[in-house]
């Protein structure tokens, strides 16, 4: 059973960025596929980027396109997520998530993922 880890959350102002990252023990990740999710209060986990298990194929939600990016390093079996301009809408707990059916393409579809994180609360304040 793989278990993932994120950091790198925090309180940040609007137009600035952080740094996601999602740490895998138990298992390496290196051959899933990895996505990013995040739900902020009162509403439903929605997707933010997902990345094919070599990184050459990486999917993204509309409202972060041109803002944020998602790569990986599998030799240390981690995932991160780059995030600029940040909008206080954007304010949630970030999940990571791993696919570990093989071949699989990156999906936004959250019930496609076999593993979740605790999260990484991230505020943005205006």
């Known amino acids: 059973q793989v278990q993932l880890v994120e950091s790198g959350g925090g309180l940040v102002q609007a137009g600035h960025s952080l740094r996601l990252s999602c740490t895998a023990s138990?298992?390496?990740?290196?051959?899933?596929?990895m996505g990013w999710f995040r739900q902020a209060p009162g509403k439903e986990r929605e997707f933010v980027a997902a990345?094919?298990?070599?990184?050459?194929?990486?999917i993204y939600a509309d409202s972060v396109k041109g803002r944020c990016t998602i790569s990986r390093d599998n030799a240390n079996t981690a995932v991160y997520l780059q995030m600029n301009s940040l909008k206080p809408g954007e304010t949630a707990v970030y999940y990571c998530?791993?696919?570990?059916?093989?071949?699989?393409?990156?999906?936004?579809?959250?019930?496609?993922?076999?593993?979740w994180g605790q999260g990484t609360q991230v505020t943005v304040s205006s």
């Open positions: 998530a791993a696919d570990w059916t093989r071949g699989s393409r990156p999906s936004a579809v959250a019930g496609q993922y076999h593993a």
């Open positions: 138990g298992r390496t990740i290196s051959s899933y596929t």
């Open positions: 990345i094919s298990w070599r990184g050459g194929s990486t």
